[in-house]
Nanobody
């Protein structure tokens, strides 16, 4: 069974930084792409950043230029470096790993979530 273990959340003041980590139980090469989602209270879950096996990245417009997604294949870990944090970045952040099933269908595996709180 696939497990994703997240860490790195916490409380930070506006303008501060945090780095989230997500480590997979198996080889990271099994998943393509991997990404980070977030869900704020009362809001729908939204995609924050994606990274493909080849290293291509996509970002939510509101975090582009402040957040950086990266991967360390040797450590089976994906990171989300968050800088210049804003109160509106407050949410539970979830790691997502996608496994291609064929016919343009994917399985999603989720981490347990890590809480990021940005105070003003």
């Amino acid at each position: 069974q696939v497990q994703l273990v997240e860490s790195g959340g916490g409380l930070v003041q506006a303008g501060g930084s945090l780095k989230l980590s997500c480590t997979t139980s198996g080889s990271i090469f099994s998943f393509n792409p991997m990404g980070w989602y977030r869900q704020a209270p009362g809001k729908q879950r939204e995609l924050v950043a994606l990274i493909t096996r080849g290293g291509s990245r996509n970002y939510l417009d509101s975090v582009r230029g402040r957040f950086t997604i990266s991967r360390d294949n040797a450590k089976n870990t994906v990171y989300l470096q968050m800088e210049h944090l804003k109160p509106e970045d407050t949410a539970v952040y979830y790691c997502d790993a996608r496994e291609y099933l064929g016919s343009n269908e994917y399985s999603h595996y989720w981490g347990q979530g890590t809480v990021v709180t940005v105070s003003s």
